[in-house]
C-alpha cells in the first residue's frame, strides 16, 4: 500500500516539473490535448474557460504541441506551458474563447459555448499570450455529442400508444424474433436488449403499460419507442406516411438509439410499419362488445369473442357511403332503434350525386348553367326546378362532374298542361336526380327579363362571289327565338339559319351565311319573335365587287 502511494506522488511530482519546464513564449501557436473543463465562464461569448490536465493515473493523458504557424500544419513536439492558475493538487489552464474561436464537438459539428461544461474533455489550438492565457482559435469537446448505441429491432407488434406529452409506442417481440447491432460499423445479429421487466414496469413506466402488454410480461420481450419530429415513419413499401396512422396490431422494424442502459427505451430514427397499406386480403371480420369510447377521436374500444382489445378508429366522414339499418321517424327525421351500419368505399358503390357548385348563381330565363358535383350518370340526369321535379329531363354528364341546363321560361313539365305563366324572379333549388339517386339543393336566383330587342346594329359588307357568314344577335325574352324577314329580302346567294339549342328556351344568334353573287344594296325587314313579345329591326346588306388581281 505504502509502495502504491509513493509511486503516486512520484509521477506526481515529475508532471509538474514538465509543467514548470515548460520554454514555451509569448506568442508561441500550440495545441494541448485531453484538458478536463474545470468552469464556464457565462456562457456568452466572449468567455473563458478554467481546465486542469488529466490526472496522472488517467488513461488518456495530457500533451502538447507547438506549430510554426496558425496555418502550419506539421505539429513539433513539446513541453506544456506553465498554467497561470492552480489549486491544491493540480494547475490549470486559463483559455480566452472570443468571437473568432471555432467551437466544434467530438463528431466535429458546430458547437456553441453551451455545449460545454465541467467535467468535459476538451483539445484547445491557439496562441499563447503574455498573461500566461491560452487565447484559442479551434476548442473542440471530445466528449459530447455522447456516442448512442444504435439498434434495429425487428417484427414488433405494436400493444399500446401513448400520445401523453410524445408520442410513445408500447411494442412486444416474440422470443424468435431478431435485433441488429451497429457497434463494429456494420450491420449484424446481436442478442435482443432485455427491454422492459416485470419489476421495471412499476418504477420505469409509472401505470403507463397497456393491459396487453402486461397479460404477456412473462414469455415476451417488451419496449417503449419513442417518436420524435425528426422520426422517419414509413409504410411497408418504404413511403412516407404519418405516425398517427400507425395502430395497436400493426407489425413494426424499429431502427434507433438505445437512450438508456439495459434498452427499456429506443429513440426511433427509422420506423417501418409493415401493416401498411393493408391489403384487401387482410381484411378480417371481428365480433365484440364496445367497452369505451374516447371523446378525444371518437374511436372505440371493442373486446372480441376471443377476449382481444382492439382500438376502432372512427370511419364516419363526410362524404362516406353509409347502409343503415332502422326505425325512421318521419316527423323528425330521426332514426332509431339501429340494428345494423354498413361502411363502404365510395368506389365500390354507385355513388349518389352530389352538387359542389353552380355558374353563374344568378340569370335571367334562357341562361346556360354548369353544375359541378359527382355521380352524374352519363345519360338519364334529370333538373329538380324550384316546385317541379323532373323538369328538365335526360341530360348527359360525359365525364360525371358537369351537367349543362338552360333556365326554363316556366316550371311546365314537358307533356304537360299547366298554366302559360312565365317564370317570376327569386330564388329557387335546384337539385339532380337519376338512378343512384337525389342530389343535394343548391339555390339560383333568377333575375328580371330585359325587354326584347336586337344588339347587332349593323351588318358587314359582303364580297361578291366570297363566302359570307355573319350573326344577329338579340336580348330578353321569354320563349324560343323565332327569326322571320318580314319586308325586303336577302342579297341572292345568302340565307337565314335560326340558331339551335339543346333545351328550351333557345335564344341564341340567328346565321346570315352563304355566297353572295350580284352586287349591290340589299335592304330587309327581320322581326323576332319570342313568346308574346315580338320586335322589328330593319338592316341593310351591301354586296360590292370581287376585286380583280389580273391585268
Known amino acids: 500500500m505504502k509502495k502504491r502511494w509513493f509511486a503516486f506522488f512520484i509521477s506526481l511530482a515529475i508532471s509538474f516539473l514538465a509543467y514548470t519546464e515548460a520554454s514555451v513564449q509569448t506568442g508561441d501557436i ?12 457565462g456562457g456568452t461569448i466572449p468567455g473563458e474557460i478554467i ?183 414509413l409504410d411497408r413499401s418504404r413511403t412516407p406516411m404519418k405516425s398517427d396512422d400507425i395502430g395497436v396490431g400493426d407489425s413494426i422494424n424499429v431502427y434507433g438509439a438505445i437512450t438508456q442502459k439495459d434498452a427499456p427505451q429506443v429513440e426511433a430514427e427509422i420506423l417501418r410499419d409493415l401493416s401498411k397499406p393493408r391489403n384487401a386480403s387482410e381484411i378480417q371480420q371481428f365480433e365484440g362488445i364496445i367497452t369505451r369510447i374516447n371523446q378525444g377521436d371518437g374511436s372505440f374500444l371493442v373486446r372480441t369473442r376471443d377476449g382481444k382489445q382492439i382500438t376502432v378508429p372512427t370511419s364516419f366522414q363526410v362524404d362516406s357511403f353509409i347502409k343503415i339499418r332502422g326505425i325512421l321517424d318521419e316527423l323528425g327525421d330521426k332514426l332509431s332503434e339501429v340494428t345494423e351500419i354498413v361502411l363502404q368505399k365510395k368506389s365500390d358503390v354507385d355513388p349518389i350525386p352530389a352538387i359542389t357548385r353552380i355558374t353563374p348563381g344568378t340569370g335571367p330565363i334562357g341562361t346556360e348553367i354548369v353544375l359541378m358535383g359527382s355521380g352524374f350518370t352519363p345519360q338519364g340526369n334529370s333538373i329538380n326546378f324550384g316546385t ?41 333549388d335546384v337539385s339532380v336526380s337519376n338512378k343512384n339517386g337525389l342530389s343535394n339543393a343548391i339555390s339560383f336566383s333568377v333575375a328580371p327579363l330585359p325587354p326584347l330587342g336586337f344588339t347587332t346594329p349593323s351588318l358587314p359588307q359582303a364580297i361578291e362571289n366570297s363566302r359570307y357568314s355573319t350573326t344577329i344577335e338579340a336580348r330578353g325574352g ?74
Not at 513541453?79 to 492558475?85: A, F, G, I, M, Y
Not at 330587309?524 to 376585286?547: I, K, M
Open 30 to 41: 500550440i495545441q494541448i490535448n485531453n484538458l478536463v473543463v474545470e468552469s464556464v465562464s
Open 51 to 233: 481546465a486542469s490536465r488529466e490526472r496522472p493515473d488517467a488513461k488518456a493523458k495530457t500533451t502538447c504541441v507547438r506549430f510554426e504557424s496558425l496555418e502550419s500544419k506539421v505539429a513539433i513536439p513539446g513541453l506544456c506551458p506553465n498554467p497561470p492558475v492552480t489549486s491544491s493538487a493540480f494547475p490549470n489552464f486559463r483559455i480566452a474563447v472570443q468571437n473568432d474561436t471555432k467551437l466544434i464537438l467530438r463528431d466535429r459539428q458546430a458547437g456553441s459555448l453551451s455545449n460545454f461544461g465541467k467535467g468535459d474533455r476538451i483539445n484547445v489550438f491557439g496562441v499563447y499570450t503574455e498573461e500566461g492565457t491560452l487565447r484559442a482559435t479551434v476548442l473542440r469537446n471530445i466528449t459530447k455529442p455522447i456516442p448512442q448505441d444504435f439498434i434495429q429491432l425487428l417484427n414488433l407488434e405494436v400493444a399500446g400508444i401513448s400520445n401523453d406529452g410524445q408520442k410513445t409506442i408500447f411494442a412486444i417481440q416474440r422470443p424468435d424474433a431478431a435485433c441488429q447491432g451497429f457497434a463494429r460499423g456494420w450491420k449484424e445479429d446481436i442478442p435482443c436488449p432485455i427491454g422492459i421487466s416485470t419489476d421495471s414496469q412499476s418504477k420505469f413506466l409509472d401505470g403507463r403499460l397497456p393491459d396487453a402488454v402486461k397479460t404477456q410480461l412473462h414469455f415476451v420481450r417488451k419496449y417503449e419507442i419513442v417518436v420524435t419530429p425528426t422520426t422517419s415513419v
Open 388 to 428: 317541379a321535379q323532373r323538369l328538365i329531363s335526360n341530360l348527359s354528364s360525359a365525364d360525371g362532374k358537369t351537367l349543362l341546363f338552360i333556365i326554363p321560361a316556366t316550371l311546365c313539365i314537358s307533356g304537360t298542361v299547366c298554366p302559360d305563366v312565365v317564370l317570376s324572379q327569386g330564388n329557387y
Open 478 to 551: 321569354a320563349g324560343t327565338y323565332k327569326w322571320q324577314i318580314t319586308q325586303g329580302s336577302l342579297p341572292p346567294g345568302l340565307q337565314i339559319i335560326p340558331g339551335t339549342c339543346a333545351n328550351e328556351p333557345c335564344r341564341a344568334p340567328l346565321t346570315i351565311k352563304g355566297t353572295p353573287t350580284i352586287p349591290g344594296n340589299y335592304s330587309f325587314t327581320l322581326t323576332l319573335t319570342s313568346r308574346n313579345e315580338t320586335v322589328s329591326q330593319a338592316f341593310t346588306l351591301v354586296v360590292v365587287y370581287a376585286v380583280s388581281t389580273g391585268y
